[in-house]
């Protein structure tokens, strides 16, 4: 039999429902796990290690150099990973771990679940069955395993907070359908060397969402002191506000004068930024700034925190932003 390692770090799954709400348990959850489902170790050895009890929106890159440490000291150990999470930044959490886990040879598979594995109606079982089986097979990646899918970490997004079916990939198929058996669709390695982490990443990273009458004066007396890299999510395919007043160029000037990379990534989710095609986005480039292309903003984000943390040169990062490191491209 495969050995598995369960890490938990939190989330709804490990929560336990009491009256009108919800709290994390870190002390029952490994008991209501093997309560509700028995028939685990049936699918592998599994080994359960509880590296942290947190909501996810509380995590950040302490978190992810933590869990990538954890994976590191266990990768030999272990044939494959599952990584009990939040949903509301499980994205993120993949994402980063997709850039710090190199040359990875082994299944990292995330799920979690939108109701306590405690309450009836839950999608835990599942989630969690399917994401064990997951991580026994020949992935080589980072993924997202919910409601029957498996999905590639970096390219993952959360679609919804109220369905089962909570995360999709809108630009990339998924890795695996499951049904009665798991068809596998997708199955790459990046990278022919020894796995390696090099999980660290920068929080020199701004995130600036346009929309009508964003007023750029606000951007203008913006300190840029401790920031080397905007993400600005535009309309479409890059589209942003470039006429008379509220025109956005002279930020993106400013940014240019400090060193500070600007990326623009699409606000649509099915979309892909293309900076050539409208006069906007040609716009934007003849003002320094890159394509995020079909990049998720939680990639988009993760991604420069990676390269912010590892290169020191503008030029370097900006040509690796717009390079594939781990099919996020």
Known sequence: MKKILLIQTGGTIAMNAKGA?????????????????PELNE?????TFPLFFEDSSDLNSWHWVKLAS?????????????????????????????????????????TGSQLPMSTIRSDARRNLVNAIEL???????????????????????KLSIGDFDAFGTPNFSPLADIGIQIESLVQEQFGNGNFEN??????????????????????????LDNVRAVILRAFGSGNFCVKGEKSLLPFLDKCREHDVIVAIVSQADYDSVDLTQYSAGRAALGHGAISGNDLTLEAAVTKLMFLLAH?????????????SLAGEL
């Open 21 to 37: 709400g919800v709290e994390l348990d870190p002390e029952r959850w490994s008991k209501v796990l093997y309560e509700e489902i």
């Open 43 to 47: 699918i592998a050895e599994i080994i």
């Open 70 to 110: 954890c994976i590191d000291e266990k990768y030999d150990e272990f044939d494959g990973f599952v990584i009990l999470h939040g949903t509301d930044t499980m994205a993120y959490s993949a994402s980063a771990l997709s850039f710090g886990l190199k040359n990875l040879g082994k299944p990292v598979i995330f």
């Open 135 to 157: 991580a026994t097979m020949d992935f080589k990646e980072v993924g997202i395993c919910f409601n029957d899918a498996l999905y590639r970490g970096n390219r993952a997004t």
């Open 198 to 223: 090099v999980a660290k990443y920068s929080d020199e990273v701004f995130v600036l969402t346009a929309h009508p009458n964003l007023n750029p004066k606000l951007l203008m007396d913006l300190k």
């Open 311 to 323: 290169y020191d040169s503008k030029t370097d990062i900006e040509q690796r932003f717009q390079q």
